[in-house]
């Protein structure tokens, strides 16, 4: 308890020393699904992509986990608020299994000519801009030595939700990493609705949905489930 204590102080100090004048609203609670896949190919496209090399941010950046244990690129501010205000049980940034009406909803795509590179459902808390929370992803596919796939995706709230991507993706016929393409999309998103995000080789499916705070429902969770950490409580 005393080290949960004296780690618990450390966020609270950093988070107070960071954003003194610029403190995160209130998080707001959404489960996320995100679907990366092939599109199918067009024989009439002519059409050459060059290689820009892909900067991803990572001071902060959040990797999804299966075990209840945060993995972090390294110690920013952005990763210090998500364990200290929103670890809330090991529920946030956890990989979950895909939701039935999901896979349903994927089965509509050809498994030959739209192969699924990437499918991930985690649970987390959306901040404002300045506190926005970039989530790694990489496909488990691999080529020319490295993910086929691999980016950030960063969300956020004002009157909207907001989402940026950033991802490179490396094509099935390519022939060294120079032949890699990078992509930038930003949206302004609807809660609940599916989002279609087209480039003319790869292509992106992405769902919000508002959920609770998992700290709401804790008191109806089998009491050997809860872990006990001064992290979950609300600031």
Same mark, same amino acid.
């Given at each position: 308890?005393?080290?949960?204590?004296?780690?618990?102080?450390?966020?609270?100090?950093?988070?107070?020393?960071? +954003?003194?004048?610029?403190?995160?609203?209130?998080?707001?609670?959404?489960?996320?699904?995100?679907?990366?896949?092939?599109?199918?190919?067009?024989?009439?496209?002519?059409?050459?992509?060059?290689?820009?090399?892909?900067?991803?941010?990572?001071?902060?950046?959040? +990797?999804?986990?299966?075990?209840?244990?945060?993995?972090?690129?390294?110690?920013?501010?952005?990763?210090?608020?998500?364990?200290?205000?929103?670890?809330?049980?090991?529920?946030?940034?956890?990989?979950?299994?895909?939701?039935?009406?999901?896979?349903?909803?994927?089965?509509?795509?050809?498994?030959?000519?739209?192969?699924?590179?990437?499918?991930?459902?985690?649970?987390?808390?959306?901040?404002?801009?300045?506190?926005?929370?970039?989530?790694?992803?990489?496909?488990?596919?691999?080529?020319?030595?490295?993910?086929?796939?691999?980016?950030?995706?960063?969300? +956020?709230?004002?009157?909207?939700? /907001?989402?940026?991507?950033?991802?490179?993706?490396?094509?099935?016929?390519?022939?060294?990493?120079?032949?890699?393409?990078?992509?930038?999309?930003?949206?302004?998103?609807?809660?609940?609705?599916? /989002?279609?995000?087209? /480039?003319?080789?790869?292509?992106?499916?992405?769902?919000?949905?508002?959920?609770?705070?998992?700290?709401?429902?804790?008191?109806?969770?089998?009491?050997?489930?809860?872990?006990?950490?001064?992290?979950?409580?609300?600031?």
């Amino acid at each position: 308890m005393k080290f949960t204590l004296t780690l618990l102080s450390f966020f609270v100090l950093l988070s107070v020393n960071t +954003h003194a004048e610029e403190s995160p609203k209130k998080a707001r609670w959404y489960q996320i699904n995100l679907t990366f896949f092939q599109q199918k190919p067009d024989p009439s496209l002519d059409e050459a992509f060059n290689f820009s090399e892909l900067k991803l941010n990572m001071a902060d950046a959040i +990797h999804l986990h299966q075990d209840k244990t945060f993995s972090i690129a390294s110690s920013g501010m952005n990763a210090a608020l998500a364990l200290h205000h929103e670890n809330a049980n090991g529920k946030a940034f956890n990989e979950q299994n895909i939701s039935l009406d999901w896979g349903q909803y994927l089965e509509k795509l050809d498994p030959v000519t739209q192969p699924i590179l990437y499918n991930a459902q985690w649970t987390m808390p959306v901040y404002d801009k300045p506190n926005s929370l970039p989530i790694y992803f990489e496909s488990s596919v691999q080529k020319l030595g490295q993910p086929q796939l691999k980016g950030v995706i960063e969300l +956020h709230v004002s009157r909207y939700l /907001h989402s940026q991507i950033n991802l490179q993706y490396t094509p099935e016929d390519a022939r060294h990493l120079g032949e890699s393409i990078s992509l930038q999309q930003k949206r302004r998103m609807r809660s609940k609705e599916i /989002h279609y995000m087209d /480039h003319p080789l790869i292509a992106a499916l992405i769902r919000i949905l508002p959920t609770e705070h998992p700290l709401d429902s804790l008191e109806q969770q089998d009491p050997e489930e809860i872990i006990e950490s001064a992290l979950n409580t609300r600031l």
